[in-house]
């Protein structure tokens, strides 16, 4: 079980959250000088890496938030969360 | 050595002391045609293929553990072909026809039982989409039947189906050849069969990095040494990202988390494989008596092999609501695997974007019942940098073209 520090409920439970992916992921544009290749890599290709990864929550079932937290995928433990846009410790190793 | 009741009553004078090994352990040589880089099923299978098919024995598999002891050791063992579109019915039904002639092929028990499998509905919008699968199945010329809620208790008669049940009963589809087969006889069967082809087996030995010449990869680095290889072909499931980073490309591929559990053994309780469309429960009786449970991912990406308590939860809490007699159940042992989830929970099997290297990849939570057809095929690409017939669709381009096979979406059910 997680216990996820939400910047602005405090700590609670994974099944109130829900994952919203890695960051960042640009949206790549104008749209019309967008190529398929590039769609793809901006719709399904992701770094996906084992260790500190830096991605987007929801507090779903809380205030209902986005912000961004700093992860292990390997222990799970969690070094920091911000509110978006603010900063974050850098992802060292 | 072959296997049969004469060798076994011949290995009962000395005691059963005198059992070959069923592969050698050989030190890497500096070269080979083609590096698998992965021992589980889909590395194993593809090796032994490679040789067997297309005369190339000069084959090593790498494996960083233990043979078998990545997902493929740790999957509920659950094979079927009921799958929606016509492209992954054609490559699972593949793989189901060449898992009926397993235990001949490879001279060894994989313990394939054909006990079928019965998918749950307990709505009637559930029943509308088993039905329309059901008849995308009989299109695809997959063997399926729908059952009325008295046929489907005469399969499960300990399912909680009265009225006041939190999932009522509805109906089911049944795949009567789906079932289960022996995880560790499936990795050890094609090991031992690719070994007595010539293929090295070397375990205990960790890719590390790619050796490259320009723009061509032309070997590993790996932690007991350099080894070369003419092609390099990747079957490492839910570390296929890791890889691929160090080969210089990205992956559609997320990985997760899946997890299982058993039960303490009983007597036989259970007949078949039961899916639950409304909790993604399922479950079978294992030969030993214990119940095999599983359910979905976790809800995050993960590398750890171990899975977290809320979905554990859940999926027990489905179960005990489909089965309250199993209530009274300890559970015996919990683990998880790491798997390669990808949007449209189809596989991945094609060239990589770098010059002497292939992926096999992709196939989530459902790989098990794939091996036959997995190795089969990505040994037709790895050989004659063609795609197999049956698996033309599975590319990685798909993900920029836009022709998805989502079995997710489709089937409704992630094993
Ligand atoms: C709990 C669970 C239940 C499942 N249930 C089912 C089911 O009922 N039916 C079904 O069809 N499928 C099921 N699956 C999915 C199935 O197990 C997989 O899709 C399948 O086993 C994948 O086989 P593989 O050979 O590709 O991967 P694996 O068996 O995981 O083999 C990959 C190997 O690569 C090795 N490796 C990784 N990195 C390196 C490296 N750098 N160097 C060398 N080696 C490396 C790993 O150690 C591993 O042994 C389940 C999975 C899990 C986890
Ligand atoms: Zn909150």
Redesign the interface.
Known sequence: ??RIPCPWCGPR???E???GG?VPVLRPGPPEAVC??A???Y?????????W?R?RWVHACGCRQWFVVI?N????EIRATAPLGEPLPEIGP | MRFSALALARSALSFHDNWPQLWRSPEPKRRYDVLVIGGGGHGLATAYYLAKEHGIGNVAVIEKGWLGGGNTGRNTTVVRSNYFYPESARLYELSLRLYEELSGELGFNIMLSQRGILTLAHSSHQLEMLARWLNAMQLNGIDGELLDPPAVRRWLPLLNDSAAARYPLKGAVLQRRGGVARHDAVAWGYARAADGLGVDIVQNCEVVGFLRAGDRIVGVDTTRGRILGDKVALAVAGHSSVLCAKAGFRLPVTSYALQAFVTEPVKPVLACVAVSMATGTYVSQSDKGELVVGGGLDLYPSYAQRGNLPTLQEVVAGLLELFPAFGRLRMLRQWAGVVDVVHDSSPIIDHAPVQGMYLNCGWGTGGFKAIPAGGLVFAHLIATDRPHPAAEAFTLRRFATGALIDEGAAAGISH
């Open positions: 079980m997680l439970d994974e099944p959250f829900r994952w890695e398929a290749a769609w793809a890599e719709l399904f290709m992701r770094e996906n890496p084992k260790g990864v991605e992860r995928t390997v222990t799970h």
